[in-house]
């Protein structure tokens, strides 16, 4: 085959079948990702039978019939030519360097298409994501977070979309601290959108870092792969940070599949009267992420433990209490209090009381953790 004379001891063998179920018509990322997991691998998938496909998958005939006559095969041979040509790595969803954590997702893609260091797909790591009008106080934080984590957590990539705004803020506060980061498009590579940050690509790829797409280049655009893209971002890393955000907009998105995924998402609060952080802070409001203020928040966050008894504890300012404050921590003991129960005790509405652990938080002397409980710090 073409496959097998041409690209054989390029990169890596990688399985024509991966790339191929790709192609095959309304067959879908589900749906060859349930396939995949039917029959094992996507080499599995060709080699099983039409009834199977029917039976085993409850496949419709038409598309089992597709993939017993390898549809998708020329395609995927053209896709692979092309790969090669333009210096694209392919990964395929039955390779050993493909993400563990997006090959758990149910919509897995099936094949990654990748500019740069395929290894740095493996390696722990944290989303950042954010609105494009990124203000001055969202740039700062984006700084701060990314070389706080940095400093903790050394081997943690840095994940973002490489848009505009806080995408971009992130990927670069990772260069400039010396982390490594990964872009994730929603365009085929070799090029990235936006073209302007072509630039900017290439400086990740130079530090050990990567430009990641799921779509071939026989794609057809339609403006319509944002949102399938956030998935990804979401699925790649062990938590989704964001960082600004308005009351709408994809990187709300991305935590959504983040929280679906069973990932920690965090968020960075901000002014109440800012738009720029509504989204950020109804998150918050809803107990769907945690607050995050520092790196080390992050870090702690996820339960990682990379470089944390040798850096010294990322110091937090501790505001001044009001009275009410005062009086509400004495509603604390030593061990973590549920939210429920710290409602009970202190006769707030549940307003009143996310607003009080809000201010707390942001004083420094009480944290949230997984399960809504919460636990005093001084």
């Excluded at 848009?163 to 365009?187: F, I, K, P, S």
Aim: aromatic fraction near 6%; proline fraction near 4%; charge should be negative.
């Amino acid at each position: 085959m073409y496959y097998q004379s041409c690209l054989l001891g390029w990169i890596k063998p990688m399985p024509l079948e991966s790339v191929a179920l790709s192609f095959v018509p309304q067959l879908g990322v589900r749906g060859a990702a349930h396939l995949v997991d039917c029959f094992g691998s996507a080499r599995g998938v060709y080699a099983a039978s039409e009834d199977e496909l029917i039976q085993r998958a409850e496949l419709r005939a038409d598309i089992a019939r597709s993939i017993t006559l390898k549809r998708g095969f020329i395609e995927a041979e053209r896709e692979l030519a092309y790969c090669k040509t333009h210096g694209v790595a392919v990964v395929g969803c039955d390779q050993v360097n493909y993400p563990a954590l997006l090959r758990e997702i149910d919509d897995f893609p099936m094949a990654l298409y990748v500019r740069g260091n395929v290894e740095a797909l493996r390696r722990p790591a944290v989303s950042f994501v954010g609105t494009r009008k990124i203000s001055s106080y969202g740039q700062r934080m984006c700084d701060q977070l990314v070389s706080q984590m940095h400093e903790v957590a050394p081997d943690a990539v840095i994940v973002s979309g490489l848009a505009y705004g806080v995408d971009g803020a992130c990927h670069r506060a990772a260069l400039a601290c010396g982390a490594v980061t990964v872009g994730v498009v929603a365009n085929a590579l070799p090029s990235v959108t936006p073209a302007v940050h072509e630039r900017l690509a290439a400086d990740m790829i130079s530090q050990g870092g990567a430009i990641v797409s799921e779509l071939h280049s026989q794609t057809k655009q339609n403006g319509r792969f944002f949102i399938p893209r956030n998935r990804i971002i979401a699925a790649l890393s062990a938590g989704v940070v964001v960082v600004e955000s308005a009351e709408s907009g994809g990187s709300l998105s991305t935590a959504a599949f983040a929280d679906g995924y069973n990932r920690s998402v965090m968020a960075v609060p901000g002014r109440a009267v800012d738009a720029n952080s509504m989204g950020c802070n109804m998150l918050i409001r809803n107990s769907k992420a945690q607050m995050v203020l520092t790196g080390r928040d992050i870090v702690e966050e996820l339960h990682w433990e990379m470089g944390l008894e040798q850096v010294p504890t990322l110091q937090r300012e501790v505001q001044p209490l009001t009275d009410d404050e005062a009086q509400f921590m004495l509603y604390f003991g030593s061990d973590p209090v549920a939210l429920d129960v710290l409602q009970v005790r202190s006769g707030l509405s549940s307003g009143e009381l996310s607003l009080m652990l809000m201010n707390l938080e942001l004083s420094g002397v009480v944290r949230q953790l997984p399960g809504k409980m919460y636990e005093k710090l001084i």
